[in-house]
């Protein structure tokens, strides 16, 4: 049996993921690791590997890159170690408690395994949460314009859209009740972090199967532009127009296509179904809180 199988994706953070890679197999090399590497998969269509001859797996890429993992080639039934080389990392960094090389590589050779949750909508997995409405069309611009990366383009895109997107009705089923009314956005966090560091969901953790939810109604102009910093720091959960509950499952329908995104990929859809998987994915790295 092979100690581990590199996944790469050579395009992640606009192609900068390589120099990340070279790194990663020059320390294997030296801790004498066995190993062996592909490609992190296009499409369903490809092939999946031989998980059984391996015992861990080193991803290299970002959030998106988990993203496709799982939906193309399914959950590894080994656990598997997330090295930050994307452009966001939300969710490797999270695992790690920081975005550090060393540190993640340190983690690996400690070799720390815990389980954590993942999510599911309309049949989609996802890891660091879904980003329903605003958040979903920042996103969409984001991917539209494939050179902006990192959380200073996430930041300037959140700006142009906070003075052009119109706020839509949503009816929101969740374990605490329902919301019907325009919503400028819901966020459903696995994890806390989102578009390389925004604390829409500061309380969530990947680790208490269940989801943390952020709901904000409709607000004016002048009310998105004074309490942007509030949502990036985390500080907006006491907002009068931000409601904060939890659940395990959700329901939302709308009238319109509405824009959202799952670890930064995009979808649209007029109904979504989300729900709770807890402990579903074995990570190596440190748990944290």
């Known amino acids: 049996m092979m100690d581990c199988l590199v996944i790469y994706n050579p395009f992640a953070n606009g192609g900068h993921a390589n120099h990340t890679l070279k790194k990663v197999e020059a320390f294997l090399k030296e801790n004498s690791i066995p190993y062996s590497s592909t490609l992190t998969p296009g499409s369903k269509s490809d092939l999946a590997p031989d998980y059984s001859i391996f015992q861990r797996i080193l991803l290299v890429g970002g959030d998106g890159t988990l993203h496709r993992l799982l939906n193309y080639w399914g959950i590894p039934p080994i656990p ?124 969530a953790s990947f680790r208490d199967g269940i989801f943390h939810c952020c709901w904000i109604q409709k607000i004016s102009l002048w009310q998105r532009i004074i309490h942007l910093s509030k949502v990036e720091k985390g500080t907006h959960e006491a907002l009068p127009f931000v ?47």
């Open 80 to 203: 598997i170690c997330l090295i930050s080389a994307g452009s966001g990392n939300d969710f490797s960094r999270l695992s790690h408690q920081g975005a550090n090389l060393n540190i993640q590589r340190r983690q690996f050779l400690a070799n720390q395994v815990y389980p954590c949750d993942l999510g599911r909508c309309n049949g989609v997995w996802f890891a660091t949460g879904i980003g329903i409405g605003f958040d979903g069309q920042v996103a969409q611009t984001l991917q539209k314009n494939s050179r902006f990366k990192g959380h200073l383009a996430y930041m300037m895109v959140v700006i142009m859209q906070i003075f052009s997107y119109k706020e839509t009705k949503m009816t929101v089923k969740h374990d605490q009740g329902l919301e019907k009314e325009l919503g400028l956005l819901l966020t459903v966090g696995n994890g806390s972090e989102f578009g390389g560091g925004f604390k829409v969901t500061p309380k």
């Open 243 to 289: 409601k904060m509950f939890e659940t395990r499952s959700l329901k939302l329908q709308s009238e319109q296509v509405l824009t959202c995104h799952m670890d930064g990929e995009v979808y649209r859809w007029k109904e979504f179904e989300v729900s709770m998987h807890a402990g579903s994915l074995n990570l190596i790295g440190s748990p944290g809180t």
